[in-house]
């Protein structure tokens, strides 16, 4: 179509060039600024926002002293609910049972609390992390479509070269 329009082998060269780097660009800019509202917010104070409200919690899995991995709980006493957060394995570790592991630890604090149900939400690309939700027996509830990360400006650009989807789920322990 380039091509066509502007008879220019150039610039029919250079537009996958342009876009792809436009495409990296917004998303690294789009990551880094909900990297830096995460450590500005419940991240940089994990124990005020954690460890002291009834009904959360936060563990870290450790491996030859080295933290290898994390994952939070924050209960919902409105909807009777915890919320899986901040799962994350470094990448170095990952495949071994670490995030399973993780994710048990946040199922056996949500029955030993008496939630009737733990939700979560991601934005994961990779299928692996489905799958582990799935495994836990997770259920997927549903997807937000063109999701608006902390830190996204949703401006025209932003919104051409990245796009999030968010998908829920829910694992319901107990009924109401």
């Excluded at 998303?27 to 460890?51: F, G, N, P, W």
């Excluded at 994710?103 to 799958?131: P, Q, W």
Aim: glycine residues 6%; hydrophobic residues 40%; proline residues 2%.
């Amino acid at each position: 179509m380039c091509f066509v329009v502007t008879k220019s082998f150039l610039l029919t060269c250079c537009l996958p060039i342009f876009l792809m780097g436009m495409r990296y660009y917004f998303s690294r800019k789009v990551i880094l600024h909900y990297l830096d509202c995460a450590l500005h917010t419940d991240m940089s104070d994990i124990e005020q926002y954690y460890m002291k409200p009834p009904g959360s919690c936060f563990w870290v899995a450790v491996l030859d002293g080295n933290v290898v991995g994390i994952v939070a709980a924050r209960g919902n006493e409105e909807d009777n609910t915890v919320e899986l957060r901040r799962m994350s394995v470094d990448s170095n570790y990952r495949g071994k049972g670490i995030a399973k592991a993780l994710g048990r630890k946040v199922l056996e604090f949500a029955v030993l609390n008496n939630y009737s149900s733990v939700v979560l939400g991601t934005t994961a690309v990779k299928m692996a992390a489905h799958r582990l939700y799935e495994s836990l027996g997770f259920k997927h509830v549903g997807v937000v479509e063109h999701y608006a990360l902390p830190g996204m400006t949703r401006s025209l650009l932003e919104r051409m070269f990245f796009q999030v989807r968010y998908h829920r789920y829910r694992l319901q322990l107990r009924e109401e």
